[in-house]
């Protein structure tokens, strides 16, 4: 299995460019995620999805959009690239997410992205 | 709403020496609690975790024990080895309500060990 990968591992944008991140899971993960981690900062949930065709909001969300049309895939779009929106993205998916036995999130490399 | 909240870093060892990293927590409810670690130039791996009141989670030397009297969750490790150098992210779990299981964060310490 390759887990959860991501790709373009490095992009820089100049302001106003859009781009998509790509995120793809071979778990079979009803679950996934995006956030995005800022120095110092921890990370900060972008979108979620609960599964193929349901997204939600996560902290942070503007500026953003997601899609989930399949389980494996969960594309993140910038449309308007601005300067704050530079940090390094990851995706993330679980099998389940459950107070009594949660289930582990599996992490992405990650997306470092530069908007200047 | 829910938050975790780290020890300021970063924090400097010597090999073999003992490792305190302290981590508490505000959430309501019965939160599950994380430590994840990130290694330079990785994603996030999950380092262990405790789910209730009390357990105590343990992995590659690590350890850290769900204290809901004092809303903590430290990680310790008696000998660390270089190693161990990376970014460590204490994290909680609150699956109450329509949250669907979304971690909340802490804002990392980096540790660096030394030969």
């Known amino acids: 299995n390759a887990g959860v990968t991501q790709t373009p591992k490095f992009r820089i944008l100049k302001i106003g460019q859009s781009m998509t991140l790509q995120c793809t899971q071979d778990?079979?993960?009803?679950?996934m995620y995006w956030y995005r981690q800022d120095p110092g900062m921890g990370l900060k949930l972008i979108y979620y999805s609960v599964g193929a065709g349901i997204t939600d909001k996560g902290e942070v969300p503007n500026g953003y959009n997601v899609s989930r049309s399949t389980t494996e895939d969960f594309p993140l779009r910038l449309e308007l690239a601005a300067p704050s929106q530079t940090s390094v993205y990851f995706c993330a998916s679980s099998y389940s997410m459950s107070a009594v036995a949660p289930n582990e999130q599996f992490f992405g490399p990650g997306t470092r992205l530069t908007v200047l | 709403g829910d938050s975790v909240t780290q020890m300021e870093g970063p924090v400097t060892l010597s090999e073999e020496a003992f490792l305190t990293i302290n981590c508490t927590y505000t959430a309501t409810g019965y939160p599950s609690l994380f430590w994840y670690v990130q290694y330079p130039g990785e994603g996030l791996q999950l380092l262990l975790k405790a789910t209730k009141a009390d357990d105590k989670g343990s992995n590659k030397g690590f350890e850290a024990t769900y204290r809901k009297e004092t809303t903590s969750f430290h990680l310790e490790k008696g000998s660390v080895q270089v190693s161990d150098s990376a970014v460590y992210f204490c994290?909680?779990?609150?699956?109450?309500?329509?949250?669907?299981?979304?971690?909340?964060f802490g804002q990392g310490t980096i540790l660096t060990v030394h030969p």
């Open positions: 994290a909680l779990l609150n699956a109450g309500g329509t949250s669907y299981g979304k971690l909340t």
């Open positions: 778990m079979n993960h009803n679950y």
